[in-house]
Every structure is written in C-alpha cells, then in structure tokens.
C-alpha cells in the first residue's frame, strides 16, 4: 500500500473574507506600551511595527503577491496522512538535477521566491544551463499551505523521512541533493544521514547538527571561542526557543488572534538573525516582511509551526558516538547567521568538502542574499551531479 497520494496541482488563493478580517483586526489594533528609550533591546520596536502594520494596513497587496507566488508550479499531496505543499518547478538544460531546499521558522517558501528562477534556469539568469536543477520546494509539516500538523512526535527525523517519500516515491527521484538553513538545515543533514543511498550531497547556510558530546575533545581555540559566542547568544536569545520548545500551545492563542503581535514575533527575529546592521530595510522589502508573515496568518499555522520546538526538544534527533554524516557537504558560513561555527567543528559532524565564508549575509540567506546562496550552491553541486 502507497503511503502517499498522487501530487495534485494546487493554486494559492485566500478568500476575500480572510483579507476582509484581517483588515478589519488591524484596524483596531491595541497597542502595548514600551519602555522609555526602547530601540529594540526589550523587543520588538513599538515604532517601527506600528508603521509596519500601518503600511500592511494601507499599501500591502497579498493579491499581487499572490500571483507571484503561483507563478511557480504547486502541489500538494498526502504522505502517512499528513498534508505535504511543496512547488516543483522542472529545470531548463541538458540534464537538470534534483534538488530538495527547505526553510525553517519563522520562513516559509516565499524565502525560495528569488532563487527558484536561477536554479531551475540559470541561461535565463546570466548562468551555464549545466547548472540547471528541478527545486522541490516544500512546506514543512505544520507551516504554510501544507497545514497544521495532525499527530505528536512531528520531529526532524519524521519530517525527513515524509520528504524521502515525496522525493523517491511521489516524485521518482533515484539520485538528489538537498539544501537548507534553520530547520531545514536539521532536516536536511537528515536526509543525508538516513537516505544516503539517494542523496548525492547536501548543502546549507546553517551547521545544524552538532557532533556527539564524545567528539567534542581537543577543540581548537576557533572552536573555544564560538563555543563562549554560542553561551552569550543561548543567555539572551533564546527566549523564544523556551517557549515555543515548552509551551506553544498558550503562546498560539495570542499569536493566531492578532496580527500585530504576529508581525511582530516573527519580525523582530529577522531583524535579530539578519545582516542589516540594526536596519531591516537594508535586506527586505516590507513586502517580503510581511508576505511571509501572512503565509502564516493566512493558514493559520503558527501554533502548528512552533510545536517543532516542542517536539524537537522533547523527542530529538542527536547524533551518536560513532555516527557522522558521511555524504558530501557543502556550507555557504553568512556572517550574519545566528550559529557561526568554524569549519573544524562541522567537520566533526560532516564529510565537509565545500565551505565558503560568504562577505555578507544573515540567517535568511535566500530572501536576503539571493545571488550569492544560489552561485554556492551551484559551485558545490557541481562536484556531486
């Protein structure tokens, strides 16, 4: 018996009665109040988030942004039950390879939006059309349009093995790579850890996996000092991690009631995680701010979405004493990711055979700096095609 259904095609279209609430909600707004002399430090800035929702309010259109995002070819299927999103858009060359990229939280696939064109047709985008790939761009399990979650223990390693399914069953890939930051840097390291008889390599702008607590001696004075960089970060920014890996079910009631504190959650942390020196408008259009933020809103997946803390922290995926992820990897390392390794730390974990110190560039890579992520991956998956 098949564990999935057949992929069926699948347009975005959000009913005017959804758009009609959420303006109406944005309309009236409560606003909290905020320490004096606040620029960020406690949050979210009240300033700039009022002016945010006041442009959401007056200037934003999903349905422009609606039609980009069905520009590319969607689809949905089912896999063990759960509703799988992904887009699939076949590359234009010779002989296009298969590549799986995959986002994390707070994003979603209109992160992809930039990137999709010069993979799938790179002649197009003043690239070899060698390089072509076909992207699989898939929701994760409990975010965006392949909705809420419908079990517990929805963890990396499940969500790994559904992609493997859509990969090698509802697709018919024999042989691919996969790319991904975030969680879907976890899920991607998976995939080649547990499927490494299809995966070619894999490639992410995020270590994500760390080495077994045995391997972990004799670290050079690199690894020392991202490890005190790492218990500075852990000590004032992970608060979010705390509640969402604890207790996301009372967080949800807020954050699927109100836009503005949706916004807010989620912008703040790409202000937070990007390279914008303090400035989101140096990276993102407050466009791009906020289609991700209504790919959430829309959907009705945030509560679903950060139940992947909770699982994770409750039933992870770690690796063993005698265990590394053998397939070839490559890292693109931004200097403005929130976990900034050395590469002797993640060859600890990974068979490392590509690694590039990217001049600029944060946890977003492929929303922020599109050209860059995609020449990397391109330059890596030419030694594994």
């Not at 699948?10 to 002399?37: C, K, Y």
């Not at 397939?327 to 490392?352: C, H, I, S």
């Not at 922020?368 to 998956?381: A, N, S």
């Amino acid at each position: 018996m098949s564990r999935h259904t057949n992929p069926e095609p699948f347009t975005i279209h959000v009913p005017d009665s959804t758009l009609t609430d959420l303006h109406e909600r944005l309309d009236r707004v409560r606003w909290p109040g905020e320490a004096p002399g606040d620029a960020w430090e406690y949050g979210a800035h009240l300033d700039y988030i009022k002016d945010l929702v006041t442009y959401w309010r007056t200037q934003y259109d999903w349905r422009a942004q609606e039609r980009g995002l069905n520009r590319w070819q969607h689809f949905r299927t089912t896999i063990d039950g759960q509703n799988i999103h992904f887009i699939h858009e076949r590359g234009k060359g010779q002989k296009p390879f298969p590549l799986i990229i995959t986002h994390g939280w707070p994003g979603s696939v209109y992160e992809f939006m930039e990137v999709i064109g010069p993979l799938t047709d790179p002649a197009a985008h003043g690239g070899d059309p060698a390089d072509a790939f076909d992207v699989i761009a898939p929701s994760l399990p409990g975010y965006g349009f392949s909705g809420p979650t419908k079990e517990r223990k929805v963890n990396i390693s499940r969500i790994a093995e559904w992609f493997t399914v859509l990969m090698t069953e509802a697709l018919g890939y024999s042989r691919y790579g996969a790319q991904g930051g975030d969680w879907g840097a976890m899920v991607t390291s998976r995939l080649g850890f547990a499927d490494a008889g299809h995966v070619a390599g894999i490639h992410l702008n995020m270590v994500g996996v760390a080495p077994h607590p045995a391997n972990r001696q004799n670290l050079s004075a690199a690894e020392q000092a991202w490890m005190k960089e790492m218990d500075q970060w852990r000590s004032e920014e992970t608060g979010y991690q705390s509640i969402q890996g604890t207790k996301p079910q009372t967080l949800g009631y807020g954050l699927n009631d109100s836009p503005a504190g949706l916004c807010a959650w989620i912008v703040e942390k790409f202000r937070t995680w990007s390279d914008c020196g303090g400035d989101l408008a140096r990276s993102y259009s407050k466009d791009q701010l906020l289609s991700n933020v209504m790919i959430y809103w829309i959907t009705q997946t945030i509560n679903s979405s950060t139940r992947l803390y909770y699982e994770e922290r409750h039933h992870p995926w770690r690796l063993g004493r005698d265990e590394k992820i053998n397939v070839p990897t490559g890292v693109a390392a931004f200097p403005g990711e929130l976990a900034r390794p050395p590469r002797e730390w993640a060859e600890r974990a990974y068979n490392v055979t590509h690694w590039t110190k990217m001049p600029s560039g944060g946890h977003f890579a492929a929303m922020e700096k599109p050209q860059l992520l995609v020449e990397d991956i391109r330059k890596f998956f030419r030694t594994v095609r």
